[in-house]
């Protein structure tokens, strides 16, 4: 089999859809960072967040994905996996990075949930300056850029297939 996938971009952008799907349509497994770390820490992402802080989170986030190989299976990272570099050049050496980009009012109103849903971000920070940080990570980090904008998960994920080839 070719290499593996990981999938990056912002909380809601998709990519656990996107990737069930592409894991379907390349006939491998599916693995989610986020249940890995929330079942290696017996916790939800918001209340690891909450108890042990953002900085505390991201040292665990990164250790979570150091140690996943995604050679031979697609991986949905969480939408802060990219201010590890360790761990996005550990992913990187062994898969193909895909950046779903997804316009930010889109992101917005399918984060309705935002504050339990684990959105690794300083306290008090807003989504727009989040999505400020992040983007040029996400650009420097994907090797493919994907914009599923207009398109089903399922197109997105034909599309990730054809360009992965």
């Known amino acids: 089999m070719s290499k593996g996938i990981v999938l990056i971009g912002m909380a809601a952008a998709g990519k656990t859809t996107v990737g069930k799907l592409l894991a ?15 079942q290696q820490h017996g916790a939800r992402l918001q209340h690891i967040v909450d108890t042990q802080g953002y900085t505390a989170f991201k040292r665990i986030e990164e250790q979570v994905l150091l140690g996943i190989d995604p050679s031979d299976c697609v ?8 201010y590890s570099d360790p761990a996005m050049r550990h992913l990187a050496r062994l898969a193909h990075v895909v950046y779903l980009n997804v316009p930010a009012p889109i992101l917005q109103s399918r984060l309705a949930n935002a504050d339990q849903r684990g959105l690794a971000r ?8 989040l999505l400020a940080e992040r983007l040029p990570l996400y650009q420097r980090y994907a090797e493919i850029s994907v914009d599923s904008q207009g398109l089903s998960a399922l197109e997105t994920a034909r599309m990730i297939v054809e360009r992965v080839r």
């Not at 991986?75 to 990219?82: C, K, N, P, Q």
């Open 24 to 38: 379907d349509l390349r006939s491998c497994p599916f693995v989610d960072a986020d249940e890995c770390i929330e």
């Open 75 to 82: 991986l949905a990272t969480g939408g802060s996996a990219i």
């Open 122 to 129: 300083k306290p008090g920070q807003t989504f727009e300056s």
